[in-house]
């Protein structure tokens, strides 16, 4: 799935191409998604110019005078800059098409991506409840530490509910709790103050790394020119298992957490 560093990859590729330039059509090929496209999208989308694009944790906000397109990549969707007459393929499921002959071109061969368009985004229930982002001033260990008080759950699935933080996906997840030597079932609540602090930092550096590196291409992932992220080369213990840790040599394991795929080093991780 495109985590944080990958929609916003897409969001600085694609910001310079559209902003500025107005919507001529919207076509919409298949409005079967996650969330059915509403019938009324096209006409309130058609003759807006793009004013910003924005983020807000995996959604893209296209912001318009008439309101904002709210875009979901899903689980394998892809939204690229392309000329409207090149040849669209199967699951190439909308295009907006501006009166310079480019569009955005939405794929997603599963259907779990979304698009909606509202006059408030914040206020959109999609956005409204979302915690805040890992890489602004408010995510602290005091605030993690609050948010994680007499809390159970896992700590990697307390990283991963974007109520408490957005964007921080599977991968990053794993990531960070390498870096920060905690292991991932560990409950969210009997995690003492202290290793807050390095676990708010490897969350922050492991998500600037990746999105120095274009994010993360495992199979499907390509930015708005189509090209595919580089981190995967820099994971320690993500789809690693069975290889030795770089710290101390143990073989990673892998678990299954919250239905998601975990991969930690048992000796380090605690």
């Not at 959604?59 to 040849?87: D, I, K, N, W």
Request: one cysteine or more; a positive charge.
């Amino acid at each position: 799935m495109p985590e944080l560093p990958e929609v916003e990859t897409t969001r600085r590729g694609l910001a310079p191409d559209v902003i500025g330039k107005s919507v001529a059509a919207v076509l919409v090929r298949e409005p079967r998604l996650r969330w059915r496209i509403a019938a009324d999208l096209p006409a309130k989308l058609s003759g807006q110019r793009i004013e910003d694009v924005g983020r807000r944790g995996k959604y893209l906000l296209f912001g318009t005078p008439a309101g904002t397109l709210l875009v979901h990549l899903g689980m394998s969707g892809t939204l690229r800059y392309l000329r409207a007459e090149q040849a669209h393929g199967t699951h190439d499921h909308v295009d907006v098409q501006f009166d310079t002959g480019d569009c955005l071109r939405f794929n997603d061969p599963r259907r779990f991506g979304s698009l909606h368009f509202t006059r408030a985004p914040l206020e959109h229930p999609l956005l409204a409840p979302l915690g805040p982002e890992p890489l602004d001033a408010d995510f602290t260990a005091d605030y993690l530490r609050a948010a994680s008080r007499g809390r159970d759950v896992a700590i990697k699935q307390h990283l991963m509910n974007g109520r408490v933080v957005v964007g921080v996906g599977n991968i990053y997840a794993n990531e960070a709790l390498f870096r920060a030597r905690i292991h991932p079932v560990r409950a969210a609540g009997r995690i003492a103050r202290a290793r807050f602090e390095p676990l708010v930092a490897a969350v922050r550096d492991v998500l600037h790394e990746a999105l120095a590196e274009g994010g993360t291409t495992l199979r499907d992932f390509v930015d708005g020119d189509g090209r595919p992220g580089y981190f995967r080369a820099a994971l320690k213990v993500y789809e690693r298992d069975g290889t030795p840790c770089e710290r101390c040599g143990t073989p990673i394991r892998r678990i299954v957490l919250g239905q998601r795929a975990t991969y930690y080093c048992p000796r380090c991780q605690r």
